[in-house]
């Protein structure tokens, strides 16, 4: 099993970023995928998930109205489109599924910095 996240990088305040996670090793049509991220000093923390299908999403009450989760089953990858970016989403984000001891494999993530 890999997770292969992508397109972290440093934006300004209000920004947008969007981040892909490329997954591998298992069957990814069904499984909910979340994401995750990690500030510095912190423990990671849920940002929110898409059902298997891509027909539902959560969100962390953090995020709801600014993050979209979305997914595409044919290449077996989860994106997370972040708009209006604050300092304080900056962490390192990763993919994973909804019950990460499943596998017990994360991948590398991507960091993401919201700093003017």
């Known amino acids: 099993v890999q997770f292969v996240e992508s397109g972290g990088g440093l934006v300004q305040p209000g920004g947008a970023l969007r981040l892909s996670c490329a997954a591998s090793?298992?069957?990814?049509?069904?499984?909910?995928m979340s994401w995750y991220r990690q500030a510095p000093g912190k423990e990671r923390e849920l940002v929110g998930g898409?059902?298997?299908?891509?027909?539902?999403?959560n969100y962390a009450g953090s995020v709801r109205g600014r993050f979209t989760i979305s997914r595409d089953n044919a290449k077996n990858t989860v994106y997370l489109q972040m708009n209006s970016l604050k300092p304080e989403d900056t962490a390192v984000y990763y993919c994973?599924?909804?019950?990460?001891?499943?596998?017990?494999?994360w991948g590398q993530g991507t960091q993401v910095t919201v700093s003017s």
């Open positions: 898409i059902s298997n299908a891509g027909g539902s999403t």
């Open positions: 994973n599924i909804r019950d990460p001891s499943v596998f017990g494999s």
């Open positions: 090793g298992f069957t990814f049509s069904r499984y909910y």
